[in-house]
């Protein structure tokens, strides 16, 4: 199992975001907004198909990893927290209290 979590590459992301480092490409995303970050995202999407069909293992590892990177990207953008993403997953496994639990925390 990977010592790393979505919830890790979601701080790597909103620190960066911040840095203002000119070689950051999550700098350059987030300046360039949402649209061109929407639009990256979709590329990857495309990749990751593409690489699905061909039945490329190595390729759907590396399109897949880009997919999520981009996806993180887009939520940080919106202002959208993974937490919600995955309280909304979770809630779809019909665990109980999953939805009392999650209207709860959002106050
Ligand atoms: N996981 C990623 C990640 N995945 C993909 N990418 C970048 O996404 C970019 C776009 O991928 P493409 O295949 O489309 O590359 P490209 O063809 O050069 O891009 P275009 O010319 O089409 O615009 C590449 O520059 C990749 O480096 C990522 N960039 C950053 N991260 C993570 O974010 C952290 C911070 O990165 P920086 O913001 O660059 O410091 C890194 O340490 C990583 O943990």
């Not at 975001?17 to 999550?26: E, I, L």
């Not at 700098?27 to 495309?46: H, N, S, T």
């Not at 993403?85 to 109980?96: F, H, I, K, M, N």
């Amino acid at each position: 199992m990977a010592e790393f979590s979505l919830s890790e590459l979601e701080t790597i992301i909103a620190q960066r975001a911040q840095s203002g480092d000119p070689d950051s490409w999550t700098v350059k995303l987030f300046a360039k907004g949402m649209d061109k970050a929407a639009q990256k995202l979709g590329e990857e999407a495309v990749e990751t198909v593409i690489a699905a069909i061909k039945g490329d293992k190595k390729a759907l590892v590396s399109e897949s990893a880009d997919l999520i990177y981009h996806w993180l990207v887009v939520l940080g953008i919106a202002g959208v927290p993974l937490d919600d993403v995955l309280r909304e997953l979770e809630s779809r496994t019909g665990r109980s209290g999953v939805a009392e639990k999650a209207s709860r925390s959002k106050g």
